[in-house]
T-cell receptor, first 112, second 112 residues
Framework: DAGITQSPRHKVTETGTPVTLRCHQTENHRYMYWYRQDPGHGLRLIHYSYGVKDTDKGEVSDGYSVSRSKTEDFLLTLESATSSQTSVYFC???????????FGPGTRLTVT | QKEVEQDPGPLSVPEGAIVSLNCTYSNSAFQYFMWYRQYSRKGPELLMYTYSSGNKEDGRFTAQVDKSSKYISLFIRDSQPSDSATYLCAMSYNTGGFKTIFGAGTRLFVKA
């Protein structure tokens, strides 16, 4: 998985609790992305980062925040988890060419 | 209407068959066209990408782009059971940063 790890790999949490997912890369790539994958919707971009402390929203950013304090780490926080955020979350990285993205193994999140 | 449409399948073929996977799109700004393969419970893996129209071949895989018809294809020759996976198309254009949209994916089963 191109030097990308995600933690945790699986998580079950209750509605209303905050949750933080971590993406770590060893490739020193500038761009990092968070996606969610749901049946029938494919991959949808939540947030992305184009450098340390530089982030921007994707198409489904409501209810999510991100932070990137180091090149290698990109954190996704669900501020108050809802059942609609039950999904598989993927982190991706790219060196600069955004069309060439490499994905992590995913985090399976269930909100009960 | 989604920007990228992809038949979810499933598509079931016998080993050795030629497989054709397709996507249509509506945004004429797309410049880069990618195919990803995703095995069950794994992250997507970039198979190949093409720029603008034309064909690109890599081993048993051929990607074809027809911008006039807004239609892209991935052909798999001599399909193997190990090709059984979900195939996602994706398309990008540069707006000062790359915007990438993914199709929902087609599930392919290759029977031995």
């Amino acid at each position: 998985d191109a030097g990308i790890t995600q933690s945790p790999r699986h998580k079950v949490t209750e509605t209303g609790t905050p949750v933080t997912l971590r993406c770590h890369q060893t490739e020193n790539h500038r761009y990092m992305y968070w996606y969610r994958q749901d049946p029938g919707h494919g991959l949808r971009l939540i947030h992305y980062s184009y450098g340390v402390k530089d982030t921007d929203k994707g198409e489904v950013s409501d209810g999510y925040s991100v932070s990137r304090s180091k090149t290698e780490d990109f954190l996704l926080t669900l501020e108050s988890a809802t059942s609609s955020q039950t999904s598989v979350y993927f982190c991706a990285i790219s060196a600069g060419q955004g069309y060439e993205q490499y994905f992590g193994p995913g985090t399976r999140l269930t909100v009960t | 209407q989604k920007e990228v449409e992809q038949d979810p399948g499933p598509l079931s073929v016998p080993e050795g068959a030629i497989v054709s996977l397709n996507c249509t799109y509506s945004n004429s700004a797309f410049q880069y066209f990618m195919w990803y393969r995703q095995y069950s419970r794994k992250g997507p893996e970039l198979l190949m990408y093409t720029y603008s129209s034309g064909n690109k071949e890599d081993g048993r895989f051929t990607a074809q782009v027809d911008k006039s018809s807004k239609y892209i294809s991935l052909f798999i020759r001599d399909s193997q059971p190990s090709d059984s996976a979900t195939y996602l198309c994706a398309m990008s254009y540069n707006t000062g940063g790359f915007k990438t949209i993914f199709g929902a994916g087609t599930r392919l089963f290759v029977k031995a």
